[in-house]
């Protein structure tokens, strides 16, 4: 019997992994050995107490000693002291709870950043690959949900690729506060290592190639997983934003893009005719949700002293429903973008729409040019507009029949009129979008290609 | 692989199979074959495929179709339609899927919250009985965490019967806006069913024992689920403010309650001595979440004109989880409050530990009597208060010397300053708080035995 | 300096008056004065000062006696005993500071809940005017933003009629859990008025026409609060729903919907063309804020034994704001819904835009009453449907050109292809949307007729 | 009449000034003057209209023009355009409303956050010299509200040190993302200026000392706030668990610390001796608002197209209510913090209260190291803490009267079980937090030395 989505429907097989329940023991085996290894070196344990590996425990073995213990890492330390022979009477000597679960964590975070982090750099590629593809395909800029003023689907493309890139920032930042082992006992003072603490520490988490919080009490800071979560929910509202920029432009009524495959699928149980943007919606779904858990995070961290334990069962459900989700939304997107059905022809139908008044500003401005203040041309344009749907009639028709415009710039109208003509510096602003993408990729150690990315992340803190 | 404590950790196994997909599919075959009937009772179908029943649809079934034809209700209806023979072509006919969809959880919900109601209405009987047997036990009545009043641990549990009886009340009512049948069609005008549409609403409704919503657009108005997520995080940050209470006075300082087992479970992965209140931080923990997601219940509700699909996702997420959360916080709520460990002893040494500032007030009241005006006397045994914390005295004994205070109060003192004279009209309140959680469950269809409770919730709208 | 848009921007007049410092303070007195009758009819104060009215205390003079004593409460006791002579040594007798403000503050619920009632029975009214004057204003249904199904833009006024008609239901339920008084002294147990407390709490309360909570701690529970501020965040998202209609139903690729005076503002100070729905977009964008402080709310019911002051704080911003916001929304929705332009030719035009597709359900129904097994009309009509998108055709014309739906249905299919015959029972679901707003309003203690609203609002608890 | 505590309540005068409309208008006004430069440089205004300066606007002119106009940064250009001559005609020109509004925010944030982050080093000021001044005072360290090990206040309080150092980083980090000028026109292309666009923008932005987002829509990307909505409500939560910890060690059975002034207040309006915590009580109050209106933050950035006006009406809410709430939750922690009332007879009394239970594990270590099983060394000691309880007895004395103990341990056993020999590396550890809040000091550019803080705060982006 099972009861949440993430078991079957949300989340890739890969990040699933991460966070099951078997990796999470196993994580958790791997900081026990790290600490023994820790102890050894520091003369805690048998020198060959450190080089122990290869060992695996089953989440049911766990369960069962849990269920008698009633604590579930004293059960995993009494299942290692059994399996370790003489080394089992090292196990989690000197330890709490959190060194193991805390550390157990950053190893988890560090894989899920890793493959988010992959992700959300291929939906950037996709977005510029769409930039460059359409740079200079004219559609409405659309303001209020209003027509406003021309751009191409390239420049928009591009603010996207802007926005996502500070996410990538984001993350990293986010990460160094994060990925971080925590070894330091019971309150934090190593006290039951003597002198050996920061020794102990320095050998248990170089094995697992992590560094440490400077301090800590019982537990890592939890600011930082608040951090995470809201982080996460920043990037799920800018996929959400993606997910409703799709949605509208597939309106029949504006009918601009069209989601991949949206035709194949059954739309509807009883209508036949419908193709809904369905991948698009869960996404804008999906966010909702880790919204929501990012206030969970926020309150989080308000922990009693050392700490207390209410943070923990929030943890266990706010950690993997996150990033499970937010990979969900990223594979999401980044088909979306990939299969993305653009249709230059309605962009262009709609571009004219108005018959001229989407560039009212641009006559305005050239009326300033020749001496006009702005206020006024812009109460003689509105005017006009106004006149314009008043009268069913085309704007660009009435500035041109407008003795007040057509003196000043008679000849020069049509091609003021001409969309085309009015995108000032888009290509330039696209180009410092695609810089500022590659800044963030270099500081983030992704490889600064489009066609893929590398997994390794090296910051340098 | 599992990822999601609920699959092993959190929610009693009776919530659990109610949120399975297996109890989902079953619901919504179960509401297929209303229709059906409503269809026949309409003359749509013939007779005889009105008494179908007996139907199962296995998940993996309906994966399997899922995953060739893109649309679960779709897939659904498909399956019904090969199973049912002759009648097979009327299966979900001039239905939308929303009609399946949310009248199923219509029927989920029916069951979820009178296992919520009972279970609360246990924990209110439980309260009622510490109330009973504590009626007169002393302790410090506490604000901004300092000693205020006496108070008796019987009237601290009676103020919890009142707070959850609101919640009864609550979830009585919001239940009159959620368990509701939706079946009207694609857009909610019941427009394939011509003029049989209330016809067929009326009898599949009626076999499901469910009423209609009045109108609707393709689905039942997401109002009423986010009412239903507040009124749980409401309850959830009820118990939450009762597990910080437990926890509070768990305190070794304070050690006037002790959660049940605390002492026999190991507390501790490294330090022996531990006893934790874990259960009570479990549920402080799992309120976060709760309380998270009902944000995402009130974006929910923002669907686009007659609905997008965005709600979707969310709720296969929002509600089992809600539900089995509040599950997991009620049982364990009512674990802590059956097995307290109430230290009466304790409570009246810590009622001792201001030698006597904590009446106080019972002076002042007293002088007032005696004609001194309330500021005065309230200035005076300030500055009384203030002298016996400075010289490490005795209020009582400071308060006996003064001359201000013994020349009109004198042999009065002992009494005024015997803190179970000063419980005021605790009786009679905790009896108002007792009818209140009566006439509550009475409008909410429970017995008003204290011993138990039924699970028929019969509510009059 | 004015840092706070409420205090020019948002809210009406009248209801910051409500919320007005000015206000909070002469509520605070009134309930001073009132706890005085309630003294004096107990016996614990002369009689003379059961009577006393018409003391006014100006914010200015409390806070500097604030600053002086450092608790505002305290302060105001002292200014009241000054003013009151040979009352005034009885002022506050016995009470706690939140006996004074938990009670003020259900005045001043009361009569805000009055103004929100009564504003949004308004709302309602003018939904239902638009419904009927709209009954069979043919529009496209919409869902996932794709057509789906005819409608009228009457059945989908009435679906918002319903929808708030419940949030009417809501406020009125809220409102018997939060106007109630609050007379019990420090810790709740009225110690301090000896047997006499429940005579004191009755004969304070009748003068304000309040009832009591049966029993309290410090303060009255914080849950009230809590399930106003969601009631209201949930009221706000409804609006946030009718607000988001009109937005997108205001795009100029649809233009079937216009804001009241979009036309003769200045939609923008750079393009003048621009006719931008600014009012509901800013109810959009307020919803937001109103959704995240009911968060607060949810956070602060959890407070320590007795009470903590941290709710103190949190409530001060919360409650005005809350109700300031959904007051401007509220009054800006009337607005809209009243001043709203339709355009029934643009909603026709946009009805024939998918030629005919958006009947395909029609066409389904009338194939299966003929014997074709619904799935497989589906799959036909789906065909249908792409090809006629491939191909550039027309659906109506495709289907008819179809000899395995014109073969069966012939003559008929122009019947079938109207629109306006496949509107099922609109006008008696109508009709029950509105049945049930009456008896929302009967039950809230509204006068039923659609012109107009009273204010009082009697419910029997 | 005011509705808003931030108006006389909440929030410090500077950071008041800051965002009063008075100076939101200012900046505004500025940042047109900036822009007219820009034009001056590019040629697209004369050359004198570069350099103007000094011209004032008050806000009750604006609202009048914006009444008559409808629009405030149209109004806000036409009263520019009438006041600044021969240059008037040129105001404004070819600019939309939110390259003046984002721009305007900039400046407002970047003085804001300057407050803020001075603020907040101050504050780890006072904490480092509460840890120096008690570095070695000994208290319990204490998990899940139960004893658990000794620490030391200068351990704990460096732990809160490294804790707000976290933040310090943060904000410096989000301000690299919304510190920055948006001057690009109203869909983000810079069209109106033709080719001069970038050289528009350089210079303007220049004037006011502010970089450029390297791409923008209508609007600078919203992500920007919701991460500075976030990083402060994490700061917020960070404050509220400082504030939980003084609280909760201010309880009258704890009584190791106490706010200040806490004494010298009057607690209650009726109970003479109480003195409360109230100063920590509302910083954890403010927090929820705080945390709440994160929510809206992320909800936010979810705008349409190239911008609607959603963001509006919320960050007219959003930015001033964050800033002065934390502003004031910050000056409340470092009043607490500088005044903190330390009392380490207290701390040592509560470290005796388990009778020497609190070492259990130091006893367990120690076994260890003579051969002793950890888990049986766990099991031993268990049983004698319970039997410690049960007979009323002092763990100490248990152990030392248990053979298994001291027969190993005997001599030793004293020293094991002095406290002040049990705090690990607590030194090194708390200088190791001093050196990250150097490190972090450094990369934001405050000052290294404790004493103070400097105003400028400048990053390397």
């Known amino acids: 019997m099972t009861v949440c989505p993430l078991e079957y429907r949300y989340g890739t097989a890969e990040m699933r992994r991460l966070f099951s329940r078997e990796n999470l023991v196993t994580r958790m085996v791997e900081v026990e050995l790290a600490l023994l290894q820790g102890l050894a070196s520091a003369g805690l344990a048998p020198e060959e107490c450190g080089s122990i590996g290869g060992v695996t425990v089953r989440p049911s073995m766990l369960d069962e000693a849990e269920r008698r213990i009633g604590h579930e890492v004293a059960a995993l330390a009494e299942i290692l002291a059994e399996k370790l022979g003489g080394c089992g009477k090292y196990v989690h000597l000197g330890a709490t709870s959190n060194d193991i679960i805390d550390t157990a964590w950053a190893l988890v975070l560090r894989d899920a950043l890793s493959i988010i982090g992959s992700r959300l750099w291929s939906l950037i590629g996709a977005l510029r690959r769409l930039a460059e593809e359409h740079m200079d395909t004219l559609m409405v800029g659309r303001t209020h949900g209003q027509h406003a003023l021309p751009v191409t689907l390239g420049f928009k493309a591009a603010n996207?690729?802007?926005?996502?890139?500070?996410?990538?920032?984001?993350?990293?930042?986010?990460?160094?506060?994060?990925?971080?082992?925590?070894?330091?006992?019971?309150?934090?003072?190593?006290?039951a290592w003597g002198s050996a603490g920061l020794l102990v520490e320095a050998e248990a988490l170089a094995r697992l190639g992590l560094k440490p919080h400077p301090i800590s009490t019982q537990v890592a800071p939890r600011d930082g997983y608040a951090e995470l979560a809201a982080v996460l929910a920043i990037l799920a509202s800018q996929l959400d934003r993606l997910a409703?920029?799709?949605?509208?432009?597939?309106?029949?009524?504006?009918?601009?893009?069209?989601?991949?495959?949206?035709?194949?699928?059954?739309?509807?149980?009883?209508?036949?005719?419908?193709?809904?943007?369905?991948?698009?919606?869960?996404?804008?779904?999906?966010?909702?949700?880790?919204?929501?858990?990012?206030?969970?995070?926020?309150?989080?961290?308000?922990?009693?002293?050392?700490r207390d334990l209410s943070n923990s069962s929030a943890e266990r459900l706010l950690l993997p429903h996150m990033f499970m989700l937010v990979d969900q939304m990223l594979a999401d997107a980044a088909r979306i973008v990939e299969g993305l059905e653009v249709r230059a022809e309605a962009m262009r139908r709609n571009l004219e729409l108005s018959r001229g008044a989407i560039l009212s500003e641009a006559v305005m401005v050239k009326l300033v040019e020749k001496g006009v203040p702005r206020h006024e041309a812009h109460r003689l344009l509105r005017r006009l507009a106004l006149r314009a749907e008043a009268e069913g009639k085309g704007f660009a028709e009435l500035v041109k029949e407008s003795p007040e415009v057509s003196d000043l710039l008679g000849g020069e109208l049509d091609e003021i009129l001409d969309p085309s003509n009015y995108l000032g510096m888009y290509r330039e602003l696209v180009a410092r979008a695609f810089e500022y993408a590659e800044r963030a990729a270099k500081v983030c150690g992704y490889s600064n290609s489009s066609q893929g990315s590398t997994r390794t992340c090296s910051y340098s803190t």
Chains 1, 2, 3, 4 share one sequence.
């Open 244 to 306: 409703t920029e799709v949605r509208e432009l597939s309106r029949p009524e504006i009918g601009e893009l069209a989601e991949p495959g949206s035709r194949r699928r059954v739309g509807s149980s009883t209508m036949p005719h419908k193709s809904n943007p369905t991948l698009s919606e869960r996404v804008s779904g999906l966010a909702r949700i880790v919204r929501g858990l990012a206030v969970a995070g926020f309150e989080n961290l308000v922990l009693w002293h050392e």
């Open 160 to 191: 996207y690729v802007y926005e996502f890139s500070r996410s990538i920032v984001r993350l990293c930042e986010a990460r160094r506060r994060v990925v971080l082992g925590k070894m330091s006992g019971a309150v934090g003072t190593m006290a």
